[in-house]
């Protein structure tokens, strides 16, 4: 099993910014993708980010040129720096990792930008 510790969350004005990290650990053996998810209320879960092993990289298109995401394999954590927030980036956004061909899901964190 997997587990995926997300932090970074919080407050934030519109045009601020926040760093997301997510920390996986227990059988990570076989690591592959691992990136990030929201979802806002009333919204079905969108894909936001993800970062392969390799680093490749693929971002949402409301997201590209705002958000970085990045990965440290030594230490199993992926990041997401967020820039230049809007208020409709408010969300809980979850950590997502894939593992021989598994999904595993963090708890989420709250994101919420306001105007």
């Known amino acids: 099993q997997v587990q995926l510790v997300e932090s970074g969350g919080g407050l934030v004005q519109a045009g601020g910014s926040l760093r997301l990290s997510c920390a996986a650990s227990?059988?990570?053996?076989?690591?592959?993708?691992m990136g990030w998810y929201r979802q806002a209320p009333g919204k079905q879960r969108e894909l936001v980010a993800t970062?392969?092993?390799?680093?490749?990289?693929n971002y949402v298109d409301s997201v590209k040129g705002r958000f970085t995401i990045s990965r440290d394999n030594a230490k199993n954590t992926v990041y997401l720096q967020m820039n230049s927030l809007k208020p409709e980036d408010t969300a809980i956004y979850y950590c997502?990792?894939?593992?021989?061909?598994?999904?595993?899901w963090g708890q989420g964190t709250q994101v919420t930008v306001s105007s």
């Open positions: 970062i392969t092993v390799g680093g490749n990289t």
């Open positions: 997502y990792a894939q593992r021989l061909g598994f999904s595993h």
């Open positions: 227990g059988n990570i053996f076989g690591l592959n993708i």
